[in-house]
């Protein structure tokens, strides 16, 4: 618990963080930006007063509107952070194949056939002859192979792993508008309960 004459300094500083939060999240999302990808932006509010009167919310149910606006961001966020370490550890493995496949190129510009061996199963290989190939499958088991080129897919993953890194740097920019206006909504509502009190007792 706060002595009384710290709580002034105390609430100065959280509001004065909370208005560089503020700055700095409203100047990383554009102006005007309804959403991306699906993500709703979050409006900052300037005024909590005519917010709540244009949105026809009372304070409670703004603060639970806004709750359960951040928990689903927060949601979003995990869903893409999932996606984003997905990606990052299928990288690797897209450039070992490109190694592959360069290997083969530089057989077939000398004229060679590759010889590799395939693991069929655990301690099981067969050798094989590869030569003048110009496409690269992926087995996808029951059945399906798909045939694809492997520069195209290297170049997709790097492209929606940049996509994803946007996403939660936009994501991340809404969770914190989202937690100022949570602060506001609560502080004006605080500052109203204490001058309704104070003019009680006058």
Not at 13 to 35: D, F, Y
Not at 46 to 72: C, H, I, K, P
Not at 106 to 127: H, P, Q, T, V
Not at 168 to 194: E, G, K, P, Y
Request: glycine residues 4%; proline residues 2%.
């Amino acid at each position: 618990m706060l002595a009384p004459h710290v709580r002034p300094l105390a609430t100065a500083l959280r509001l004065g963080l909370l208005s560089l939060m503020a700055a700095v999240a409203a100047a990383s999302t554009p102006q005007g930006v309804a959403e991306r990808r699906g993500i709703p932006a979050a409006a900052f509010v300037e005024d909590v007063e005519a917010y709540l009167r244009q949105a026809g919310l009372d304070v409670n149910s703004a603060l639970a509107f806004l709750q359960e606006r951040l928990q689903q961001y927060k949601i979003v966020e995990m869903k893409l952070l999932a996606q984003q370490r997905d990606l990052q550890a299928k990288i690797p493995d897209i450039e070992k194949c490109l190694d592959i496949v360069a290997a083969l190129q530089a057989k077939k510009a000398l004229g060679e056939a590759l010889i590799a061996d395939f693991e069929l199963s655990e301690g099981i290989y067969s050798r094989a002859k590869i030569e003048d190939t110009d496409s690269v499958c992926l087995w996808l088991g029951a059945n399906v192979m798909l045939e694809y080129s492997c520069d195209e897919n290297l170049e997709n993953a790097k492209a929606s792993l940049e996509v994803l890194v946007a996403d939660l740097q936009f994501l991340r920019d809404q969770q914190t508008i989202t937690q100022v206006t949570i602060a506001r909504v609560f502080n004006w509502d605080v500052h109203q309960r204490r001058s309704k009190q104070a003019v009680k007792e006058t």
